[in-house]
């Protein structure tokens, strides 16, 4: 009878990472920070009776990659760039104040969620301000704009290669096509079937996502000012951005 083979034990470690807000938020440096501040950028304020360190903690429970311990200086400078959508975010703060700018109004809603949430739970009395700026709405669109159109043009097209191939299984010719039909068709046999599913379930994921952000985008637009949206607003954005023929002047509301 065959003996097991003897094995020495292994040790592994284990590293639990938290997921954070804005964890797609990378640091940069103020060199490379130069191009991004001449970008129209909103602001939030928030300031209080807590120290440099409490809003470095608060600071900490939003964007990766911080020291636990705020820097020995009496201000302190933080720039992010979003590896989603590029979109730009300037952090300073200090002793009783904090100070964000970007050119998304859902990442200082985010920050203010947070901030909110943390100093409430320390019992900690805030005042904020906001100053919008209308030019970063057509900002953001435009940043988001590419992208949308391009998802929207390629998931398009590919539901309309399933409906060309299933078309062409019950004719059993190709005779009623078109040569641009006839030719996605041949270039989809190159393929297998199955890659051609995931792709189509994977650019329908990330438009729905895109249009989600774009929504998003919007209801907290109108939220900074206390404003309310008209209850058709996600159909509309929905339909809107649905269509092939959209243009970055009709997203910019």
């Not at 998802?151 to 190709?174: C, M, N, P, R």
């Not at 190159?190 to 989600?212: P, V």
């Amino acid at each position: 009878r065959d003996s097991l083979p003897e094995e020495s034990f292994h040790y592994a470690q284990s590293h639990t990472i938290t997921v954070k807000p804005l964890c797609l938020h990378q640091a940069i440096s103020r060199g490379e920070a130069e191009g991004y501040l001449v970008r129209p950028l909103n602001k939030l304020s928030i300031t209080g009776h807590f120290s440099m360190q409490e809003m470095h903690n608060w600071i900490c429970f939003c964007l990766m990659d911080i020291p636990t311990r705020a820097p020995h200086t009496q201000l302190e400078s933080l720039q992010f760039v979003s590896s989603y959508l590029d979109t730009f975010l300037l952090v300073t703060y200090q002793d009783g104040e904090g100070h964000f700018s970007s050119d998304s109004i859902s990442t200082l809603e985010i920050v203010r969620d947070v901030i909110t949430h943390r100093a409430t739970l320390q019992k900690q009395r805030l005042s904020i301000s906001f100053h919008g700026n209308e030019d970063s709405v057509q900002q953001f669109c435009r940043l988001i704009f590419p992208r949308l159109r391009g998802l929207t043009s390629a998931y398009h097209q590919s539901g309309l290669v399933d409906a060309l191939k299933e078309i062409s299984a019950q004719e059993g010719s190709l005779e009623c096509f078109t040569d641009r039909q006839k030719g996605m068709l041949a270039a989809v046999r190159e393929n297998q079937d199955r890659a051609n599913e995931e792709t189509l379930a994977n650019q329908k994921k990330n438009l729905d996502h895109l249009i989600e952000l774009v929504k998003t985008f919007y209801v907290d637009w109108h939220k900074f000012f206390g404003r309310g949206l008209k209850k058709t607003y996600a159909q509309d954005i929905e339909e809107l951005l649905s269509r092939l023929d959209t243009t970055v002047e009709e997203l910019i509301m």
